[in-house]
């Protein structure tokens, strides 16, 4: 019986090993990304959402309160995108350009900016041009 336990605990040590240095697990978050956006709209606008795609995995999103950004000014935020490490990985934002009218319909349809795919690598900076087209 002592035998049967030592066994058993060795086999349960040996697989959590093989786990833990499987190339699966061993991707993770992508720490400290850093994600600049420039206004180059020429009006106010407002970042509604970011996605980000990575290579062979699919699209995940990160949580993001609309932000006013001015004209000329870049929109900035670091993240930890999850199971995006040593994955080719690409920005999404969303966003909209003001309309100007203050009252009725301030913001016009959302709009869709991609960076290039990159390796993610922890302190990876993407940038990316907000436009008006």
Not at 18 to 26: D, I
Not at 28 to 53: P, R
Not at 94 to 123: D, I, M
Request: with cysteine.
């Amino acid at each position: 019986m002592f035998r049967k336990s030592i066994l058993a605990t060795a086999l349960i040590a040996a697989a959590a090993t093989m786990a833990a240095a499987s190339p699966s697990f061993a991707r993770g978050n992508c720490k400290d990304v850093y994600i600049s956006a420039q206004n180059n709209t020429g009006k106010l606008i407002q970042v509604a959402d970011i996605h980000y795609m990575i290579s062979g995995y699919g699209q995940k999103s990160e949580p993001l309160r609309n932000v006013e950004v001015p004209r000329g000014r870049p929109f900035t935020i670091t993240r930890n995108l999850e199971r995006a490490n040593e994955r080719q990985t690409q920005i999404i934002i969303k966003y909209r350009v003001s309309t100007g009218n203050k009252v009725f319909n301030k913001w016009g349809p959302l709009r869709t900016a991609k960076s290039s795919f990159q390796e993610c690598k922890k302190h990876r900076a993407y940038d990316i041009s907000l436009t008006q087209n």
